[in-house]
């Protein structure tokens, strides 16, 4: 379970900072918005995951991998893109200068 484990760092990664954006304003509707990206790029990744992996483009080994999958695509390869939906309006926002309002 290799990739597992490499997924760790970026889900932690993406956890606080994630919640450390929570202080700064409309967090519910970011959280919303993430969500919302998060389904779209999952859909996607399962579509062109699968098309890639049929396509022979790349493999997995099965000893690197949890052995769960949607389609041909391992349950691992959905982590980034949820990642992502989450870390990139995070760091925006933590980025982004307060407001003297």
């Given at each position: 379970m290799t990739?597992?484990?490499?997924?760790?760092?970026?889900?932690l990664i993406t956890l606080v900072t994630t919640l450390a954006s929570a202080v700064r304003p409309r967090f519910a509707r970011r959280m919303g918005a993430?969500?919302?990206?998060?389904?779209?790029?999952?859909?996607?990744?399962?579509?062109?995951?699968n098309v890639m992996i049929a396509a022979d483009l790349f493999t997995?080994?099965?000893?690197?991998?949890s052995g769960i999958r949607i389609g041909l695509a391992p349950i691992e390869d959905f982590s980034y893109?949820?990642?992502a939906a989450f870390l990139v309006p995070a760091v925006w926002t933590l980025l982004t200068p307060r407001s003297r309002t």
């Open positions: 990739y597992a484990w490499i997924i760790v760092p970026f889900a993430s969500a919302v990206a998060a389904v779209v790029l999952v859909v996607l990744t399962a579509i062109f995951d997995y080994p099965e000893h690197n991998i893109p949820l990642c």
